[in-house]
C-alpha cells in the first residue's frame, strides 16, 4: 500500500471520519453559475452543529474535535458555529480536525467562504465534507485559508467541468492530498491538468467521467503530480462512470500512478495501449463490473501491460452481463494475464463461468506461476473432468470458490467405507513397513480409495498417509494444489455427509472455510489435513456428529461450529462418548460453540485444551455450569444469551487465577455474561454477586439489565446496582431463618391438603380414568382394526388449490379408483368446530394426504392439518401421512420443521405433463389402500 494512502486512512481513522453512499436529488437546469447569491452574505447564518469527543494528538496532545453539521438545510456557508456537547467547549480551543457539511443545500461557494469565526479556526481544518449539497459554482478564492486541509469531499452535487470552476479555485490547497469529485459532471478532462498541476502533495484523484463528448486524456500538466499515486474513475453506482472505450493515450502523463480504478465505468473496449504508460509503475488496476468487456475484452486492455514486473492485483469481477448466457473458461482467457511477472492477486468473481476447459489446467498449469490469491465466488460452476487437473495449479496459496452450485460432493463414497474391503482391492496396494524409533509407519502409495480406508481401519493408531497427487491419484481421490495455504468454499449449498475421505497435497493447507453449506452429518475422520490451523464448519446445519471426526485435525488452532443443530450430541445424558467428541484437539486457542442448541456439556470436553485462549458458547440454552476448564490461556469466555442464573464457585476461582497468570499479562480476562437471567432471590446466589463486584475478571452485561428478586425486577447496570443488589439480599437472608419454620410447616400442610385432594378425585372419577385407559389401550393393539375406517384419506390442501381438488382429485380417486375422501369444504359436520372435525376425519381415515405448495407452507390451518396428522401418527404408530408435492420449493427458504417433516414422510411430486397424470393418480391410489 503507497504511504500516501496509509496516511490518508490514518487521518480518516483519526478524526472519526464516516463514510455512506447518499441519494441525491436530481440537479435543476436553473441556479447560479457566476458564483452570486441573492441571499447568501447579507444575513449572518448560525449552524447549530454537534462534535464528537475530544480526543488526544497523536503527537503534540493537542485537544480537536470533528464538527458535524449536516442535514441541516443551510444554504450558506454559515458565519458562526454553536456546539452541541456534553462536553466542556473550551476544550476544543478554537480547533478541529474535520467539518461535515455534507446534506445540505449550497449551491455555490464564494470568495472566503470558509473564513476563521470565533470559535472555529479553519487553517487547521484536515477534512471538509461538502458531498451531497447542489453546488454548481465554486469561486476562485472559495477555499482560501484552508491551507492545511488534506481531504476535500465533492461528492455528489451539480458541478460540471469547466462551467462550474472558476479558474484557480484549488490553488489554495497547498496540502490537500485527497480530492473527491465524483458524481458530478465531466464530459471530458480538457484543461483539468491546469487547474490541478499545483497540487503537488496531492496522491488520490477521485473522478467520474460521464457521457463523454470530447478529450479524456489526463493533460501534461500532471507531470507535476509527482506523488500522484491513486487514480479512480470508479462509479458507486450503475452510469456514474460512462467511458464506452479508453483511448490510447489517457495516462500518458499520470507516470507514477500505482492503483487505476475503471470499476464499474460501461466500458466496451480499451485501446492496446491504453496502459503501456503504466507498465512500470501500476500495482494494481480494478476493471470490475464493466458488464460488456469479457475476457476477450479483458487480455486486449492488458496487452499494453505485457510482461510487467510491478502489477500485483487485477481485479476483473463482474466482466459478463448477468443477463447472458453461461460461459466455459479457456486456456486463452490467461493468454496475457500469465505473462505478468509478479502477478498476485486476482478476482474473477460473478462472471458466470460454468464450467473450466481441461487446458487451463492440463497438461501445464496456464495460471501465472506467481499467482498466489484466486478468487472465483459467485460463478455457477460445475462438476467436470477440470477438477481432475485442478492440483496443478500448484503455485496458488489462497483460493475462494464461495457460492457455487457444484452438484459434486467432495467428501463422497468412491469405495466401500463401511470397514470391509475385497482382496481384489487390497492387492493393489504398495505397501512398505519401515521402522520408527518409536512406532511402525505405514508409508502408502494409493492406488485406489479403498487402499487407504484399509490401512486405517487396520491400524488407525499408526496410520500416517503419504498422499501426493497425480493424474490417477486425482481421478479417485480429492487433491488439492500442494501450496495452497486457504480454502474458501462457503455458500454452495453443497448437501453431504462429511464421510470418511483422504485429501491429498493439502500438507500445507492452513485455512479451510466451508461454512454455509449442508453438511449435516460429520462422520469422518477427514485425512491428510494434519497442518490445518483453522476450521470454520458454522451454519451448516448439522445435527450428528461421530467422535472419530476430529482425529485428522491434530494441530488444529481455530475452529468455528456455531449456528449448527448439535445440541444433543454434546449431552451426556444422550450421548456416551460426549466427552471424547474433541479429545485430539490439544492444541487449541478458540472455538465458537455458539447457537448449537447445546443444553448440557460433558464435565472433561474441553480438559486436554490445556492452550484455550477463546470459548465461546453463547446463545445456547445452558442452565447450569458443569464443564470443567484447564487451560492457564484462557482470557475470553462468553456464555452470553444462556440461562444461567448464577455461575459455580469452581468457575468463579478458576476465572480470579487467570487474572494473574503469566500467559494473560497485558490482557484482560473477560466473562460475558450478558442476557442471562440472573437471580438475586436466594441465599445461596449471594457469592457469587460479591464475586461480580468484586472480582478483577472483566464481566461483561449489558445496559438496562436486572435480575430477579421476590418476582420483580432488580437492576444491574452499574456496580451501584450490583451493590444494591448484594445488601438486599443479605438482609433479606439474614433475617431468614424463622420464615423457614413458617414455609416448612405450611408447605407439609399444603402437601397433606392436595394429597387428599387428589385422591378425593381420583376415587370419584375411578371408572372414568378406567375407561379411558382401556379405550386408548384397545386402539393400539387390537389387530384389523382398519376395518372401523370410515374414509379411505383426508385430503388437506390450501385454499387457492380448492378447485384443483375439486376438478382433478376427487373425479381421479373417488370416481376412477374408487375411494372414500374427507374434504373439509364438503363433508364437515354443522354445528362442529372445524378443529375438532378435522381431528375427527384424520382419526377415522386410513391416510392422511397433504398437497403442499408455497400457499400451504403459509396457512396456519395447513399447518394445524399438518401437525395433527403427525401425532395421530405417532400416537396410533401407523404410517398414515401422504406428501405430494405440487412444485419445486427452494430448500434454503424451508422452515427447519418442515424440511423434517420432508425428510421423514413418503412424498409423491405432481408431474408436470400430462401424460404421466394416470401414473400418478394410480401411484397415490396404491398408497392410500397400503
Known amino acids: 500500500m503507497p504511504g500516501a494512502h496509509i496516511l490518508f486512512l490514518f487521518n480518516l481513522a483519526y478524526c472519526g471520519v464516516s463514510f455512506a453512499i447518499h441519494s441525491f436529488e436530481e440537479c435543476n437546469t436553473t441556479g447560479p453559475r457566476n458564483g452570486t447569491l441573492s441571499t447568501c452574505g447579507k444575513n449572518t447564518t448560525i449552524a447549530k452543529c454537534f462534535y464528537d469527543l475530544n480526543i488526544t494528538h497523536a503527537y503534540n496532545y493537542e485537544i480537536n474535535a470533528y464538527i458535524r453539521c449536516s442535514r441541516l438545510n443551510l444554504s450558506c456557508i454559515p458565519d458562526k458555529y454553536e456546539f452541541y456537547t456534553t462536553i466542556n467547549t473550551t476544550t476544543l480551543n478554537g480547533k478541529a480536525c474535520g467539518l461535515d457539511l455534507s446534506h445540505n443545500l449550497f449551491e455555490a461557494l464564494p470568495n472566503n467562504a470558509f473564513h476563521d469565526t470565533t470559535n472555529l479556526t479553519f487553517s487547521n481544518l484536515l477534512n471538509l465534507h461538502l458531498n451531497e449539497n447542489r453546488l454548481r459554482f465554486l469561486s476562485s478564492n472559495a477555499f482560501n485559508g484552508l491551507i492545511h486541509l488534506e481531504y476535500l469531499n465533492l461528492t455528489g452535487n451539480c458541478l460540471e467541468w469547466k462551467s462550474s470552476f472558476q479558474y484557480g479555485v484549488f490553488n489554495a490547497l497547498k496540502s490537500i492530498q485527497v480530492i473527491n469529485l465524483k458524481r ?407 472455538i465458537d460453540m455458539s447457537l448449537l442448541k447445546i443444553f448440557d456439556l460433558p464435565d472433561s470436553l474441553f480438559r486436554n485444551m490445556s492452550q484455550l485462549e477463546k470459548l465461546n458458547l453463547s446463545n445456547n440454552y445452558l442452565t447450569t455450569w458443569t464443564t470443567d476448564l484447564q487451560s492457564q490461556c484462557l482470557y475470553h469466555l462468553d456464555v452470553s444469551g444462556n440461562k444461567l442464573a448464577t455461575l459455580p464457585e469452581n468457575l468463579t476461582t478458576y476465572l480470579e487465577t487467570l487474572t494473574t497468570n503469566n500467559c494473560n499479562q497485558g490482557r484482560n480476562v473477560t466473562l460475558v455474561l450478558s442476557y442471562n437471567p440472573l437471580e438475586c432471590s436466594s441465599c445461596d446466589k449471594l457469592p457469587f454477586l460479591k464475586w461480580v463486584l468484586d472480582t478483577k475478571v472483566n464481566v461483561h452485561r449489558e445496559q438496562h439489565e436486572f435480575c430477579l428478586f421476590e418476582g420483580g425486577k432488580q437492576p444491574l447496570s452499574t456496580r451501584a446496582d450490583f451493590r444494591k443488589a448484594i445488601d438486599r439480599l443479605s438482609s433479606y437472608c439474614s433475617d431468614r431463618s424463622w420464615q423457614s419454620w413458617v414455609i416448612g410447616s405450611a408447605s407439609a400442610i399444603f402437601g397433606v391438603f392436595c394429597t387428599a385432594c387428589f385422591g378425593t378425585v381420583v376415587y370419584k372419577n375411578r371408572w372414568k380414568l378406567r375407561y379411558m385407559y382401556y379405550n386408548r389401550k384397545r386402539r393400539h393393539t387390537i389387530k384389523g382394526f382398519e376395518h372401523l375406517f370410515s374414509n379411505d384419506a383426508i385430503i388437506s390442501y390450501a385454499k387457492g388449490r380448492a378447485s384443483f381438488i375439486k376438478n382433478k382429485v376427487v373425479p381421479a380417486l373417488e370416481k376412477n379408483h374408487g375411494l372414500k375422501l374427507w374434504l373439509v369444504d364438503r363433508d364437515s359436520m354443522p354445528g362442529v368446530s372445524v378443529a375438532e372435525d378435522v381431528v375427527h376425519a384424520i382419526y377415522s381415515s386410513r391416510k392422511t394426504v397433504l398437497f403442499i405448495d408455497d400457499e400451504y407452507l403459509t396457512s396456519s390451518w395447513c399447518d394445524y392439518d399438518m401437525n395433527m396428522a403427525r401425532i395421530e401418527s405417532l400416537e396410533s404408530k401407523r404410517d398414515l401421512i401422504i406428501v405430494v408435492l405440487m412444485e419445486k420449493l427452494q430448500l434454503e427458504y424451508l422452515p427447519l420443521k418442515v424440511m423434517r417433516f420432508l425428510r421423514n414422510e413418503r412424498s409423491l411430486e405432481y408431474p408436470d405433463d400430462d401424460q404421466y397424470l394416470e401414473t400418478f393418480w394410480t401411484n397415490l391410489a396404491f398408497e392410500i389402500n397400503s
Open 184 to 590: 458530478n459532471r465531466f464530459n471530458n478532462f480538457t484543461d483539468l491538468d491546469i487547474e490541478l498541476q499545483n497540487l503537488t502533495s496531492l496522491t488520490m484523484l477521485y473522478i467520474n467521467p460521464s457521457n463523454i463528448t470530447g478529450n479524456l486524456t489526463f493533460g501534461p500538466g500532471f507531470l507535476n503530480l509527482k506523488n500522484l499515486t491513486i487514480i479512480s474513475l470508479a462509479g458507486f453506482r450503475n452510469n456514474d462512470c460512462s467511458v464506452n472505450q479508453i483511448p490510447e493515450g489517457i495516462f500518458e502523463n499520470t507516470v507514477n500512478v500505482k492503483n487505476i480504478s475503471l470499476r464499474e465505468c460501461n466500458i466496451i473496449d480499451v485501446h492496446v495501449k491504453a496502459f503501456f504508460p503504466l507498465k512500470a509503475t501500476l500495482e494494481e488496476l480494478d476493471m470490475s463490473y464493466n458488464r460488456q468487456l469479457n475476457f476477450t475484452g479483458l487480455n486486449k486492455a492488458l496487452e499494453g501491460l505485457k510482461f510487467s514486473s510491478v502489477l500485483k492485483t487485477l481485479r476483473a469481477t463482474k466482466i459478463y452481463s448477468e443477463l447472458g448466457l453461461g460461459i466455459e473458461f479457456q486456456a486463452d482467457y490467461l493468454k496475457t494475464i500469465k505473462t505478468l511477472q509478479n502477478i498476485e492477486t486476482l478476482n474473477i468473481d460473478l462472471n458466470k463461468i460454468e464450467v473450466m476447459n481441461d487446458a487451463v489446467f492440463y497438461p501445464e498449469s496456464q495460471w501465472p506461476p506467481s499467482l498466489r490469491n484466486l478468487t472465483l465466488a459467485g460463478n455457477r460452476l460445475t462438476a467436470g473432468e477440470y477438477m481432475t487437473y485442478g492440483f496443478m495449479a500448484e503455485n496458488i496459496t489462497n483460493l475462494d470458490m464461495s457460492r457455487q452450485h457444484l452438484n459434486y460432493d467432495p467428501f463422497a463414497e468412491y469405495g466401500r467405507m463401511d470397514g470391509t474391503f475385497d482382496e481384489k482391492h487390497a492387492l493393489r496396494r504398495e505397501v512398505r513397513n519401515s521402522q520408527n524409533t518409536n512406532t511402525n509407519t505405514f508409508i502408502i502409495f494409493f492406488r485406489n480409495t479403498t487402499d487407504w480406508w484399509f490401512v486405517f481401519m487396520t491400524n488407525p493408531e499408526v496410520f500416517n498417509e503419504t498422499c501426493e497427487c497425480d493424474v490417477n491419484i486425482s481421478k479417485s481421490l480429492v487433491c488439492l494444489p500442494k501450496n495452497m495455504g486457504t480454502l474458501k468454499w462457503r455458500e454452495s449449498f453443497i448437501y453431504s455427509t462429511i464421510s470418511p475421505a483422504l485429501i491429498c497435497g493439502a500438507s500445507r493447507l492452513k485455512n479451510l472455510d466451508i461454512s454455509f453449506n449442508l453438511f449435516i452429518t460429520w462422520q469422518g475422520p477427514v485425512l491428510g489435513l494434519a497442518n490445518l490451523e483453522s476450521l470454520d464448519l458454522s451454519e451448516n446445519y448439522a445435527k450428528e456428529l461421530k467422535k472419530e471426526f476430529f482425529l485428522g485435525f491434530p494441530n488444529l488452532l481455530h475452529l468455528n461450529i456455531s449456528g449448527n443443530m448439535l445440541g444433543r450430541c454434546f449431552s451426556p445424558a444422550v450421548n456416551n462418548e460426549s466427552h471424547l467428541l474433541f479429545a485430539n484437539l490439544n492444541s487449541m486457542r478458540s
